[in-house]
């Protein structure tokens, strides 16, 4: 039997999805050596890492670029692209995996998207509580991206 394609969806909590701000972001960072090669970010939407379902072996971005105060992932009325990871290291790094960011009315936008939830449906879109994103963002830059 041959297998359907996974329905698009948004990402939130079962039973909500597509319907405002649901999703949870948290961010963790890798500290580098000896755990890893380099330091590099975790996203975590709705307890999911956004990246390694993205692109499998992509490497998220150093977190003191992307999580620095008015940095990328800092929405605004303009939409961003943003590239959030990369596959491979050094100069010859590829940009792996780029959301579309920005602010509409009171809800953050991340669009873009193309990974798998917990139920192999397809997320193309991830709405945020303001309050929530900001308040993780300056968590984890103040936990891993300051002095960077």
């Known amino acids: 039997m041959p297998r359907r394609s996974p329905r698009p969806v948004r990402a939130g909590p079962a039973g909500r999805q597509g319907h405002g701000p649901v999703a949870t972001l948290l961010i963790t ?10 330091v590099h970010t975790y996203l975590f939407v709705d ?3 956004l990246i390694a379902r993205t692109h ?7 977190p003191g670029r992307l999580l620095r105060p008015a940095g990328p992932l800092y929405p605004t009325d303009q939409a961003r ?9 050094g100069p010859d790094a590829a940009p ?19 990974y798998p939830d ?5 997320i193309e ?8 994103y900001l308040t993780e963002i300056e968590r984890a830059y103040t936990r891993w991206g300051r002095g960077t």
């Open 29 to 38: 960072a890798c500290p580098g050596p000896p755990t890893c090669s380099a």
């Open 47 to 49: 307890g999911l890492d």
């Open 56 to 62: 499998d072996g992509a490497t998220g971005g150093h």
């Open 81 to 89: 692209q943003v590239h959030v990871a990369t596959h491979g290291q």
């Open 96 to 114: 792996a995996v780029g959301i579309r960011i920005r602010l509409r009315g009171r809800t953050v936008v991340w669009d873009g998207l193309m």
């Open 118 to 122: 917990a139920r192999d449906r397809i």
């Open 125 to 132: 879109e991830v709405r945020f509580d303001p309050a929530q």
